[in-house]
């Protein structure tokens, strides 16, 4: 196990890292902006040590600053929490570079992961039931109608690079596709600089379920059963609830494999959430959030599993605590 680790973030998120290292016996470094010197956490932690100015990309977005902070300090990794650099593959190769351990997923799951239709095709390709659609990028606008009406409408456009509800387009019908197309391919250009876009069936009112996973660097992954957070405003959620109302035995065992399968088909250890749509009866991968969430604490509770701790004992190349069976809530 580590001897001291730094964490690479702010407020509640940072505290609830060094609560669970603390409990561990592992000491801990904070970062800490202008903004933030008499912030709690920054005096929860043993050391802290100031990064910039109140602006995060001067300070909490500074990958060099941090990287300094953390071999000055001696941390032996880097903990991201949420937010921030918590899914930037590049932070997560210049720790390593640098002998540094990073708290979280392998950069080239992160890389895969991040990419909507990579991470579709992936899955494909491994059983794992994605929504129908063509997964291939699309800028032409007769193919994108060929698409859509093969398919049938309504049909959403998704920017592969997108996230957090940003990106995406519910079309109902020819008419309005060309300058949707349009406007989803601009947006994606100034929001992510890709503006790479796929097409998919768009199901009315399905619920939006997600299985929190983990796994050891040895191939061990096990899921810690699902919350749903269906309740959203402009794709953003709203309140996350566990277990899911219209969860039975039989769904959780067939999704919850389904999220293990889509973990290791992308070489995935560490905590992540594997997102699906149910509807009709049946379910779809949606994508994986390659970090820990910020409604991991009701998972916790009804399981009685520290999802940060066993993060420390995969980062440190330990084995899972936990096979599938002791998983009961």
């Known amino acids: 196990m580590f001897n001291k680790i730094l964490i690479a973030n702010r407020g509640e998120i940072a505290i609830r ?25 920054v005096r ?44 930037n593959f590049n932070f997560a190769e210049l720790l390593e570079k640098n002998g540094i351990e990073f708290i979280g ?13 990579d991470s579709k095709r992936t899955m494909r390709a491994h059983g794992v039931p994605v929504i129908p659609g063509v997964i291939d990028p699309i800028s032409d ?24 509800g940003i ?48 796994g050891d660097k040895k191939g061990h992954v096990i899921h810690v059963r699902e919350r749903e957070c269906s309740v ?3 794709h953003q959620k709203l309140i996350e609830e566990t277990p899911s109302p219209v969860m039975t035995e039989e769904l959780r065992e067939r999704m919850g494999e389904a999220a293990v399968t ?11 959430t594997v997102e699906f749509m149910y509807s009709g009866g049946e379910f779809y991968f949606l994508e994986v959030n390659t970090r820990l969430q910020v409604e991991h604490p009701i998972t916790e509770q009804i399981t009685g599993v520290d999802l940060v701790q066993e993060q420390f004992r995969v980062a440190a190349g330990e084995e899972l605590s936990y096979d599938q069976e002791d998983i009961v809530g």
């Open 167 to 214: 990106g995406i387009r519910v079309v109902r019908n020819e008419k309005e596709l060309p300058s949707a197309l349009d406007t989803i391919q601009r947006l994606a250009k100034s929001a992510f600089g890709d503006d790479t876009v796929f097409i998919e069936k768009f199901l009315e009112n399905p619920r939006h379920i997600e299985f929190q996973v983990i």
């Open 232 to 234: 959203q405003r402009r």
């Open 44 to 87: 929860y932690a043993d050391e802290a040590y100031n990064i910039g100015p109140g602006p995060a990309s001067q300070s909490y977005l500074n990958m060099e600053k941090i990287l300094e902070v953390a071999l000055e300090s001696g941390a032996e990794a880097v903990h991201p929490g949420y937010g921030f650099l918590a899914e």
């Open 262 to 272: 889509a973990a290791k088909a992308a070489g995935y250890y560490n905590a992540g």
């Open 141 to 164: 606008v007769e193919k994108a109608l060929d698409i859509a009406h093969e398919i049938g409408y309504p049909v959403m456009l998704k920017a592969s690079a997108g996230g957090g």
């Open 105 to 117: 997923p392998p950069p080239s799951a992160m890389r895969l992961l991040g990419s909507k239709i």
């Open 17 to 41: 890292v060094m609560r669970a290292a603390k409990e561990a016996g592992i000491k801990t470094v904070a970062v800490y902006s202008d903004a933030d010197k008499r912030a709690l956490f």
